[in-house]
C-alpha cells in the first residue's frame, strides 16, 4: 500500500501548525440566516468538516461591506453585531482537535448584483452576465474600503480565527484591480504590476499593523483569467512573487471567473471534470510560481481527488499543501477515509451540480442526494 506520510504530516502556515495538508478551500454555502448571520446549519456544515478530518477549514466569501455580498445568505462581518454568531462558529469548530480555521474576507466588486447597491470597480467595465456597469471608485472610496477590510479581517481575530485569507481571485474586487482587462485606472491603484497590487499591500499592511506580526494572513490570488486581454500567467507569477516577497504567510493560486465563464471553456469555478486526465488543472500554475516563492507556503487547488497524486506533488514539494471543496461537499470525511487506509479517489464525479444550488442555497451535492434518493426506493421496496 502507498504511504500518505507527507499527507498526513503537520505543516505550519506562519506560525500557525496545520495538523495535516489537507485544506477545505473557501466555498459560499448559501447556508446563513438572512442578512448574513452564522446559523446552526452553517455551524453543522463546518463541524462536520472538522469532524472528518480536514486540517484547516476555510471559510466560505465573507462580506468586508454590506454592498460586496451577492446573496442575502451570505456570511457578512462588517458590523460587530455579526461577532457573536462568528465566535460560536469558530468555537465549535476547535472542539476537534487540532482542527484550525481561517475566514476568508472578500467584496463581490463588478461581479455584485445587490438590489440595494450598485456594483463598484478600479473601472467602469460592464459585466455581461449582470448587464451591470460598476461605478468606478474613486481613490478616497478605495481607501475607505481597505479600512474595511481591516476592520473585518479585526473582527476575526476577535472571534478566534486562526487566520485570515484576502479573497483575490474569480473576478471579485480585489482580483478587479490585479486584472488589466478591469483595471485601466491611471493613478496610484492602476497601469504597473506594484500600483495594481498596492490595495492588497495596503490591506496586507493595515492588518499586520492592526493584528501584529506574527498573526497569519494568506490569499487567495488571482494568477489567470483565461479571457481575451485579460491576466495572463507571466503577470499572474510576478504578483505571486510581489505578495511572496512583502510577507503573505501562504498564496492559493486560482483563476478564471465569471467573465471566464462566458468566454472560455476554462471556467472555473464552475469547471466539469470528464476524466483524470483534466484534475488538477492549476498544477502547472502552481509549477511556474513555486521557483519564485521562497517565504510563503503554497496551496495547490482544482481538481485535487487521488490521494496518491497529492502524496507525490507534496513529497516532491511542488506544493506545501492541496485545497479541495467539491470532493468535500459529497464526502466530508474524505480525509478519515484516505487516513484510515482506503487510497481510492474522492467520491465527488465532479458534475458541478453543486454550484447550481448556490442561488437557492444551502449548497448541496445533487449527484449524492439522488444517490440517497435511490438507495431509500430500493429499500422501501424491499420491505414490501
Same mark, same amino acid.
Given at each position: 500500500?502507498?504511504?500518505?506520510?507527507?499527507?498526513? &504530516?503537520?505543516?505550519?502556515?506562519?506560525?500557525?501548525?496545520?495538523?495535516?495538508?489537507?485544506?477545505?478551500?473557501?466555498?459560499?454555502?448559501? &447556508?446563513?440566516?438572512?442578512? $448574513?448571520?452564522?446559523?446552526?446549519?452553517?455551524?453543522?456544515?463546518?463541524?462536520?468538516? @472538522?469532524?472528518? $478530518?480536514?486540517?484547516?477549514?476555510?471559510?466560505?466569501?465573507?462580506? @468586508?461591506?454590506?454592498? !460586496?455580498? =451577492?446573496?442575502?445568505?451570505?456570511?457578512?462581518?462588517?458590523?460587530?453585531?455579526?461577532?457573536?454568531?462568528?465566535?460560536?462558529?469558530? *468555537?465549535?469548530?476547535?472542539?476537534?482537535?487540532?482542527?484550525? %480555521?481561517?475566514?476568508?474576507? @472578500?467584496?463581490?466588486?463588478?461581479?455584485?448584483?445587490?438590489?440595494?447597491?450598485?456594483?463598484?470597480?478600479?473601472?467602469?467595465?460592464?459585466?455581461?452576465?449582470?448587464?451591470?456597469?460598476?461605478?468606478?471608485?474613486?481613490?478616497?472610496? %478605495?481607501?475607505?474600503?481597505?479600512?474595511?477590510?481591516?476592520?473585518?479581517?479585526?473582527? $476575526?481575530?476577535?472571534?478566534?480565527?486562526?487566520?485570515?485569507?484576502?479573497?483575490?481571485?474569480?473576478?471579485?474586487?480585489?482580483?478587479?484591480?490585479?486584472?488589466?482587462?478591469?483595471?485601466?485606472?491611471?493613478? *496610484?491603484?492602476?497601469?504597473?504590476?506594484?500600483?495594481?497590487?498596492?490595495?492588497?499591500?495596503? %490591506?496586507?499592511? !493595515?492588518?499586520?499593523?492592526?493584528?501584529?506580526?506574527?498573526?497569519?494572513?494568506?490569499?487567495?490570488?488571482?494568477?489567470?483569467?483565461?479571457?481575451?486581454?485579460?491576466?495572463?500567467?507571466?503577470? !499572474?507569477?510576478?504578483?505571486?512573487?510581489?505578495?511572496?516577497?512583502?510577507?503573505?504567510?501562504? %498564496?492559493?493560486?486560482?483563476?478564471?471567473?465569471?467573465?471566464?465563464?462566458?468566454?472560455?471553456?476554462?471556467?472555473?469555478?464552475?469547471?466539469?471534470?470528464?476524466?483524470?486526465?483534466?484534475?488538477?488543472?492549476?498544477?502547472?500554475?502552481?509549477?511556474?510560481?513555486?521557483?519564485?516563492?521562497?517565504?510563503?507556503?503554497?496551496?495547490?487547488?482544482?481538481?485535487?481527488?487521488?490521494?496518491?497524486? =497529492?502524496?507525490?506533488?507534496?513529497?516532491?514539494?511542488?506544493?506545501?499543501?492541496?485545497?479541495?471543496?467539491?470532493?468535500?461537499?459529497?464526502?466530508?470525511?474524505?480525509?478519515?477515509?484516505?487516513?484510515?487506509?482506503?487510497?481510492?479517489?474522492?467520491?465527488?464525479?465532479?458534475?458541478?451540480?453543486?454550484?447550481?444550488?448556490?442561488?437557492?442555497?444551502?449548497?448541496?451535492?445533487?449527484?449524492?442526494?439522488?444517490?440517497?434518493?435511490?438507495?431509500?426506493?430500493?429499500?422501501?421496496?424491499?420491505?414490501?
Amino acid at each position: 500500500m502507498t504511504s500518505l506520510e507527507t499527507l498526513f &504530516s503537520p505543516e505550519k502556515i506562519g506560525n500557525i501548525q496545520i495538523k495535516n495538508r489537507i485544506v477545505r478551500s473557501a466555498t459560499f454555502m448559501a &447556508s446563513t440566516e438572512k442578512y $448574513g448571520y452564522v446559523s446552526q446549519n452553517l455551524i453543522d456544515i463546518y463541524s462536520e468538516l @472538522a469532524r472528518g $478530518g480536514t486540517g484547516l477549514i476555510i471559510s466560505g466569501f465573507t462580506a @468586508a461591506d454590506p454592498g !460586496g455580498t =451577492a446573496s442575502p445568505f451570505q456570511a457578512g462581518l462588517y458590523d460587530d453585531s455579526f461577532i457573536p454568531g462568528q465566535k460560536k462558529l469558530v *468555537e465549535a469548530v476547535h472542539e476537534y482537535s487540532g482542527v484550525k %480555521i481561517a475566514i476568508q474576507i @472578500a467584496h463581490t466588486g463588478r461581479q455584485g448584483y445587490h438590489p440595494k447597491y450598485h456594483p463598484v470597480a478600479p473601472s467602469p467595465i460592464p459585466f455581461k452576465t449582470t448587464g451591470l456597469t460598476p461605478r468606478e471608485l474613486s481613490s478616497e472610496e %478605495i481607501k475607505d474600503l481597505i479600512q474595511k477590510f481591516i476592520d473585518t479581517g479585526r473582527r $476575526g481575530y476577535e472571534c478566534g480565527y486562526d487566520m485570515i485569507q484576502l479573497h483575490a481571485a474569480h473576478g471579485y474586487l480585489l482580483s478587479n484591480f490585479i486584472s488589466p482587462f478591469t483595471n485601466k485606472r491611471t493613478d *496610484e491603484y492602476g497601469g504597473n504590476i506594484e500600483n495594481r497590487a498596492k490595495i492588497l499591500i495596503d %490591506i496586507f499592511t !493595515g492588518l499586520k499593523d492592526e493584528l501584529g506580526k506574527n498573526f497569519p494572513l494568506i490569499i487567495k490570488l488571482q494568477t489567470e483569467d483565461f479571457i481575451p486581454e485579460g491576466l495572463k500567467l507571466e503577470e !499572474g507569477v510576478q504578483f505571486a512573487k510581489l505578495l511572496s516577497e512583502i510577507g503573505f504567510d501562504a %498564496i492559493e493560486p486560482s483563476g478564471g471567473g465569471g467573465d471566464a465563464q462566458i468566454l472560455s471553456k476554462k471556467a472555473y469555478p464552475s469547471l466539469v471534470i470528464k476524466n483524470p486526465e483534466e484534475e488538477n488543472y492549476f498544477l502547472s500554475h502552481v509549477r511556474e510560481i513555486k521557483q519564485y516563492i521562497n517565504r510563503s507556503k503554497l496551496i495547490l487547488m482544482g481538481g485535487i481527488k487521488n490521494p496518491i497524486f =497529492a502524496e507525490k506533488i507534496l513529497k516532491d514539494k511542488i506544493a506545501d499543501f492541496i485545497s479541495m471543496s467539491r470532493p468535500l461537499i459529497f464526502e466530508p470525511n474524505l480525509p478519515n477515509r484516505w487516513k484510515e487506509g482506503d487510497h481510492s479517489p474522492a467520491k465527488c464525479i465532479s458534475c458541478n451540480g453543486c454550484y447550481m444550488t448556490v442561488r437557492d442555497g444551502p449548497v448541496y451535492c445533487v449527484t449524492k442526494k439522488r444517490l440517497e434518493k435511490k438507495a431509500k426506493r430500493l429499500s422501501n421496496s424491499k420491505k414490501i
